[in-house]
């Protein structure tokens, strides 16, 4: 069975940091790229960027409201994708899913909550 | 403001059709034939309902069905049901190798 698992959420204060864990299962994950997606409570789904496999150089692509911010990684060994998030704002308030391409299968999601 | 805009709710009576409009640009829905459409019921993670446009996932009903004309996608569920009241978002692939979501569409079943 194909599984996500995130972990990592929790409060941090504003201008703080935080490194959420997606734990993947399933399905050949080195070869995958993975995507991270957000949802503030009460609004719609946001794309917050992705990190291809090694395949494809590890390749990393961000939305225009997190480059600069945020740093997504991965370890293949141990079938796990990071978003690292820095410089954190308020507006970043969301749960976080990670997700793989073709976005079939999602995690449970990890909620982040940037409050002071 | 969400790149792909969607009607923000549409309803429908039991066994009648809807339909859920997805407009963007030619940077995303126009130029890709990588369409998404998401189901999410409170609470919970979405569920992909449709891929590529027009394609069903394993285990999809065929109640569902997709489609696009220029720069926009649609999704149609016939037969309506109880269950199928939820959020649906559409995404895209776009020109800059990034994704992008409709601001969503909540569907009352009444």
């Known amino acids: 069975e194909v599984q996500l698992v995130e972990s990592g959420g929790g409060l941090v204060q504003p201008g703080g940091s935080l490194k959420l864990s997606c734990a993947a299962s399933?399905?050949?994950?080195?070869?995958?790229?993975m995507h991270w997606v957000r949802q503030a409570s009460g609004k719609g789904l946001e794309w917050v960027g992705r990190?291809?496999?090694?395949?494809?150089?590890?390749?990393?692509a961000y939305a225009a409201s997190v480059k600069g911010r945020f740093t997504i990684s991965r370890d293949d060994s141990k079938n796990t994708a990071y978003l690292q998030m820095n410089s954190l704002k308020t507006e970043d308030t969301a749960v976080y899913y990670c997700t793989r391409p073709g976005m079939d299968v999602w995690g449970q999601g990890t909620t982040v909550t940037v409050s002071s | 403001q969400s790149a792909l805009t969607q009607p923000a709710s549409v309803s429908g009576s039991p066994g009648q059709s809807i339909t859920i409009s997805c407009t963007g640009t030619?940077?995303?829905?126009?130029?890709?034939?990588?369409v998404s459409w998401y189901q999410q019921h409170p609470g919970k993670a979405p569920k992909l309902m449709i891929y590529d446009v027009s394609n069903r996932p394993s285990g999809v009903s065929n109640r569902f069905s997709g489609s696009k004309s220029g720069n926009t996608a649609s999704l149609t569920i016939s037969g309506l049901q109880a269950e199928d009241e939820a959020d649906y978002y559409c995404?895209?692939?776009?020109?800059?190798?990034?994704?992008?979501f409709g601001g969503g569409t909540k569907l009352t079943v009444l």
């Open positions: 990190i291809r496999s090694k395949a494809n150089s590890y390749a990393t």
């Open positions: 995404s895209s692939y776009t020109s800059s190798s990034s994704f992008e």
């Open positions: 030619s940077s995303d829905v126009g130029g890709y034939n990588y």
């Open positions: 399933g399905f050949t994950f080195s070869g995958s790229a």
